[in-house]
């Protein structure tokens, strides 16, 4: 009775004092034997198959067939507004700009990269402070980042916290201010990046990678600043931000939103309206960039303090850093209705790779081709992946590796076989992987809100048009062993670049790069 009583007074023991209640002396009875509450002739064995059952037609707020198609609207600003619906909990917009760091002149380099950290610093109508403040009040989770065609600040809410988003964010990006004691705050930040970035081979390769590759043109400026960055002032800054950070040039994107109320916002904010008529995607002068090729070799430091995480174990090896890579067309050229722009993602998820740790699975890439020819089987190499990048007028695509000091020449002959080895070979069952694999890291990556923001913003700032992940998925389907093979031929015929990263003694060892061009003469 006083467990009855006890229970009774909590919300889940209210269901005992229903009219179908057990009764407690029923359940303490040793005697009886325990009711059978399971019993296996209830549930049909799962080897017999089971009836199909129809999904819904609709979702609870909307058509099933709003989700993953995108709407695009064009402002009589330039503004362009695109959105999809998704029905979710949560809601993310950003503007996407179409600038970044190739387009810093002379004087100008590293503009962007200060200004993506000044994003976040007080505008001509808000405090740092403030902003920050309302951020935390919104739960948002706020999101800058500059690259080398693109710059956007990006932005995650709840639905009803939207309209004070967009105007942070519209704020943010086209009312900056510049005060002396923020940008001198920001500077001193990029200076303690460069000292991390100079002694990180992982992130300093890439962009040496670049400057190699496309020279002093815009391409081949660096991501962040590798010299002194006292140039770097308020006037300079805001000259940057007005030529740069115009509607035109912008994107504003939503995921999660209706598409209406997100044209609505942007009226509002930019006291403009929605054109009838959609017209061309606007057009903006640039200097191009012509991928050279050549070869960049760097000493690496020595006897300079590093931070803990950079400093190296005494106990292995040094090791030297080598990047080979080839240019290839850009998206002007090729665009998203040519097969060689799946071909070439389905040859990066080919030779994949990964560290000589890595703990393997399914689905993690354990039989690319860096894994199974070179990782595999060269037991001095420490790590190889590939890289491959896309832009205006050109590409980029490139295995990156490291291994003992010791083995320098040795593990620059295995980058030059895996991309012989790849164009005169590829078997059935390792195209069918590689394409599955492509597919399913681009699904996954578009299952997290903020990428598909970022996919939907910058397809649409550079091609007016989104392609969604059915049609993407339709498209590697279609790639054939000859469509890899006749992009990765194309790739050696141009004239190689590479980089190397490692002590003075080691890179001079290092053969000259007319004898890599030799390796590839035969695709000329």
Not at 375 to 396: K, P, R, T, W
Request: charged share 20%; aromatic share 6%.
């Amino acid at each position: 009775r006083i467990i009855h009583m006890l229970a009774s007074r909590t919300p889940w023991g209210r269901l005992a004092t229903a009219p179908w209640r057990v009764p407690v002396r029923t359940l303490c009875t040793p005697s009886k034997p325990p009711k059978k509450v399971f019993s296996p002739s209830r549930f049909k064995s799962l080897l017999e198959p089971y009836p199909v059952i129809a999904s819904p037609s609709t979702s609870p707020t909307g058509s099933k067939n709003d989700m993953n198609v995108a709407q695009i609207s064009h402002m009589a600003n330039g503004l362009r507004v695109t959105s999809v619906q998704t029905y979710n909990t949560a809601v993310a917009v950003g503007y996407f700009v179409n600038a970044g760091t190739r387009c810093e002149g002379p004087g100008e380099h590293g503009a962007f990269h200060a200004l993506e950290g000044m994003v976040w610093k007080s505008t001509r109508n808000r405090k740092a402070s403030d902003m920050i403040m309302r951020l935390e009040m919104m739960g948002g989770m706020a999101n800058s980042r500059s690259m080398r065609e693109m710059s956007g600040v990006t932005m995650d809410v709840l639905p009803n916290h939207v309209p004070e988003a967009l105007d942070i964010l519209t704020d943010t990006i086209t009312n900056t201010h510049f005060n002396e004691e923020e940008l001198n705050e920001q500077k001193d930040t990029i200076l303690r990046q460069f000292e991390l970035s100079a002694h990180n081979p992982a992130a300093l390769v890439p962009e040496l990678l670049h400057r190699v590759a496309y020279g002093d043109s815009p391409l081949g400026n660096l991501l962040f600043p590798l010299e002194d960055v006292s140039h770097l002032n308020a006037q300079m800054l805001e000259r940057v931000v007005k030529q740069y950070r115009t509607p035109d040039r912008m994107v504003l994107a939503g995921v999660g939103i209706d598409h209406s109320t997100l044209v609505g916002h942007a009226s509002r904010l930019f006291n403009t309206h929605a054109l009838s008529n959609s017209p061309p995607p606007p057009h903006h002068d640039m200097v191009l960039s012509k991928y050279l090729g050549g070869e960049n070799l760097m000493v690496r430091p020595e006897n300079v303090p590093l931070p803990p995480h950079l400093i190296p174990n005494p106990d292995k090896p040094p090791l030297v850093h080598i990047a080979l890579g080839f240019g290839c067309p850009g998206y002007l050229t090729t665009g998203l209705n040519n097969p060689d722009v799946y071909a070439l993602s389905v040859l990066d998820v080919m030779l994949g790779g990964g560290d000589a740790f890595s703990s393997g699975g399914p689905g993690k890439g354990m039989y690319s081709r860096l894994f199974t020819d070179v990782l595999n089987q060269h037991h001095f190499v420490d790590s190889a992946h590939s890289f491959h990048a896309m832009y205006h007028e050109s590409g980029l695509h490139a295995i990156i590796a490291s291994a003992h000091e010791t083995n320098t020449n040795e593990l620059l002959g295995i980058l030059c076989g895996t991309y012989l080895k790849l164009a005169e070979n590829i078997t059935r069952e390792e195209l069918t992987r590689s394409k599955n694999q492509a597919k399913s890291i681009m699904l996954s990556r578009l299952e997290q809100r903020s990428s598909f923001l970022e996919d939907l913003g910058t397809q649409v700032l550079f091609f007016n048009e989104y392609v969604n992940s059915s049609e993407l998925c339709k498209a590697i389907d279609s790639v054939t062993a000859d469509d890899v093979q006749r992009v990765i031929r194309r790739l050696l015929s141009s004239k190689p670049s590479l980089v190397a990263y490692g002590s003075e003694k080691t890179l001079q060892r290092l053969p000259e790069i007319s004898s890599v061009e030799n390796v590839f003469a035969k695709y000329k």
